[in-house]
Nanobody, 120 residues
Framework: QVQLVESGGGLVQAGGSLRLSCAASGSIFSINAMGWSRQPPGKQRELVAYITSGGNTNYATSVKGRFTISRDNAKDTVYLEMNSLKPEDTAVYYC??????????????WGQGTQVTVSS
């Protein structure tokens, strides 16, 4: 099995910063892309950012220049540094990872989510 555990969410004022972490554990041979998505209240889940195993990154237009995704391959951990937070960033944030468990087993796994609330 593979587990993804997020941490770092919370309540912050507009303009503030938070850093989310997501650690993968379990039966892992390697991890391809890792990413963060979010689901605002009453809305659908949306991709925020992802990072490949080689370090290439991609961001949603709404967070470009404010959020930074990074990863520590030695720790199987992905981070999301969020700066200049806005009330519209309020959402449950989920991490996900494409995990290679063997030469024939690859799967997408999700964390349980962490709440980020930005007050105005």
């Amino acid at each position: 099995q593979v587990q993804l555990v997020e941490s770092g969410g919370g309540l912050v004022q507009a303009g503030g910063s938070l850093r989310l972490s997501c650690a993968a554990s379990g039966s892992i041979f390697s991890i391809n892309a890792m990413g963060w998505s979010r689901q605002p209240p009453g809305k659908q889940r949306e991709l925020v950012a992802y990072i490949t195993s080689g370090g290439n990154t991609n961001y949603a237009t709404s967070v470009k220049g404010r959020f930074t995704i990074s990863r520590d391959n030695a720790k199987d951990t992905v981070y999301l540094e969020m700066n200049s937070l806005k009330p519209e960033d309020t959402a449950v944030y989920y991490c996900n990872a494409q995990v290679v468990r063997s030469s024939t087993r690859i799967g997408d796994y999700w964390g349980q989510g962490t709440q980020v609330t930005v007050s105005s």
